[in-house]
């Protein structure tokens, strides 16, 4: 069984996933136990109406209080503000994002962990648009917007990353910390300037391909508004970076 002597930890924010929760927790103890990696997973659920703060609170009753944290946080403040509050409460030296709504399969994380050992990088980013990473579920219209947008994305900023837009990553918690705070962008698009941040950094990305499952139980939050939100900040990191 591979141990070291680091500790990871999860953060994952929360908003209207009470029927996803109990499934990615599951998962995430299952792979994290079976690797004998040293782990916590910190909930950061920002005012869910539909009661994902309840089943967080029956999960952390199954699984300790030890291995389930959890920080809620009163409304829905953005995901780059969940990612920061969730650090302030981390005690791992590696942070790992992942998504709540079952895109993201958390068999990946010991293959993350692996190789970040490996080659000791900075950041291990989950990649769809790389070897055999690929997408499930979508619609040829959503597939077309995601490889536009990572297509445009490196044409414009060169990130040394194959998949920009991707939320599946592993950082060296002061890694992440500093590349927050180069940050200036909100909503999806911040995802692609932490690569960006981080290349302006200096700091080593390694990648392993994944598979992407679009969500069964919920709704997409991305509409419209995110999509031209996207095309605006796109812009602005082109024009600055």
């Known amino acids: 069984m591979p141990?070291?002597?680091?500790?990871?930890?999860?953060?994952?924010?929360?908003?209207n996933e009470r029927d996803n929760l109990p499934i990615i927790i599951w998962l995430i103890v299952k792979y994290m136990k079976?690797?004998?990696y040293e782990y916590e997973v910190i909930v950061i659920d920002d005012g869910s109406p539909d009661g994902t703060l309840d089943v967080a609170k029956d999960l952390?009753?199954?699984?300790?209080e030890d291995k389930i944290?959890?920080?809620?946080?009163?409304?829905?403040?953005?995901?780059g503000t969940a990612y920061i509050h969730g650090i302030k409460h981390a005690t791992g030296d590696f942070i790992i994002i992942i998504d709540a709504d079952l895109s993201h399969h958390p068999k990946f994380i010991p293959e993350f962990i692996e190789l970040q050992q490996k080659g000791d990088y900075d950041?291990?980013?989950?990649?769809?648009?790389?070897?055999?990473?690929?997408?499930y579920g979508w619609d040829f219209k959503r597939k077309l917007i995601s490889r536009g947008a990572n297509y445009l994305s490196q044409v414009l900023l060169r990130p040394n990353a194959s998949d920009l837009?991707?939320?599946?990553?592993?950082?060296?918690?002061?890694?992440?910390?500093?590349?927050?705070?180069?940050?200036?962008?909100?909503g999806y698009v911040f995802q692609m300037e932490m690569l960006v941040r981080a290349r302006q950094h200096g700091y080593t990305i390694a990648e392993v391909p994944i598979t992407f499952v679009d969500r069964i139980y919920g709704t997409s939050k991305l509409g419209g508004t995110e999509i031209v939100q996207f095309a605006?900040?796109?812009?602005?990191?082109?024009a600055t970076t």
Do not use: M, W
Request: hydrophobic letters at 35%.
């Open 60 to 64: 952390q009753g199954i699984y300790g």
């Open 69 to 79: 944290i959890l920080r809620p946080r009163g409304s829905k403040l953005g995901l």
């Open 165 to 186: 837009t991707g939320s599946f990553r592993l950082y060296k918690k002061d890694v992440l910390e500093k590349c927050i705070a180069s940050c200036v962008s909100k």
């Open 232 to 238: 605006k900040n796109l812009l602005y990191l082109f």
């Open 3 to 15: 141990t070291n002597a680091h500790k990871y930890s999860i953060l994952l924010p929360t908003y």
């Open 34 to 36: 079976a690797s004998g």
């Open 123 to 135: 950041i291990v980013s989950g990649t769809r648009y790389a070897g055999e990473g690929g997408v």
